[in-house]
């Protein structure tokens, strides 16, 4: 039984600390930042987002007469389940003094986000298992290995037709990057915005991302070459509440995040499935 009587709420609104919760969040997230986030639909527990799209049309040549009459094309739907859910718990102590007790109400938040973006970017890269390629468990003791697996990769995407313009990424774990460090270029200027998404590097025409959430299978490392159009994702912090627990002498927070993920372009993730 918790009481919210004894002033926990007096200067707490939920609003404003969801709002910063999902600011930290963004700080922890690597994966999540080349993910589309192009759906339509509220991001809550049980519902279900549209992610929409179209065939492409036909191009034809123009010999100045009369042109085809206008081709149909057709819609595409596809739905994102916002079906997982993650909630955290903690108190703090009245006897702290009342700076500390500030400072750590704003520590263990940022804490909070840190756990639920490592549950979240766990899942996003839980994707790499819907891949457009077949993936078989592959050997990788050498960057000279590991470059013919992800140069495979990056021909993969552009035989099916990824343009060369659009951003590719190139995302391994800290062991994988170690041994492919020395093939990344590194950025020629100290850019933030590149950096803040997480990116190392570049090799050949994709960035190079670097994570510890990446899928395993027990065996194998799921590393993922992909487009930032590949996989959509979302998150939302549903709930957060201030309150007293009956049998502590602390005030508790608990919120709720809610979030779902989906590749919605199979041929744009290629997975190397990769062991030492």
Same mark, same amino acid.
């Given at each position: ?165 659009? !951003? ?60 930032? !159009? ?47």
């Amino acid at each position: 039984m918790a009481n919210t009587k004894m002033g926990a709420n007096s200067n707490f609104a939920p609003n404003v600390e969801a709002a910063n919760i999902l600011r930290d969040l963004e700080k922890f997230t690597v994966l999540e930042k080349d993910c589309t986030k192009e759906f339509s639909g509220d991001i809550k527990l049980g519902n279900r987002v549209e992610i929409l799209g179209a065939t492409r049309p036909t191009i034809a040549d123009y010999t100045g007469e009369a042109i085809n009459g206008p081709e149909r094309i057709d819609a595409t739907k596809i739905v994102m389940d916002i079906d997982q859910a993650k909630y955290y718990n903690y108190g703090i102590d009245d006897t702290d003094r009342p700076g500390m007790k500030k400072g750590s109400e704003k520590v263990m938040r940022q804490e909070a986000a840190a756990a639920l973006a490592e549950e979240y970017e766990t899942f996003i890269a839980s994707m790499a298992k819907n891949s457009g390629n077949k993936a078989t468990s592959t050997q990788l003791n050498t960057e000279a290995e590991l470059k013919e697996a992800i140069d495979a990769g990056l021909v993969w995407l552009r035989n099916n037709s990824v343009p060369m313009t659009q !951003r590719v990424v190139v995302e391994m774990t800290p062991n994988f990057y170690d041994m492919f460090e020395n093939a990344v270029i590194e950025l020629k200027t100290k850019n933030d915005d590149l950096i803040s998404l997480g990116v190392m590097g570049q090799y050949k025409s994709a960035y190079v991302k670097m994570s510890n959430q990446l899928y395993n299978n027990g065996t194998d490392d799921f590393l993922m070459i992909r487009t930032n !159009r590949a996989i959509a994702a979302g998150k939302q912090i549903e709930k957060v509440e201030k309150y007293r627990p009956e049998s502590y002498f602390q005030d508790a927070v608990k919120g709720l995040m809610v979030f779902g993920a989906k590749v919605v372009r199979p041929k744009e993730l290629y997975t190397i499935k990769a062991h030492k």
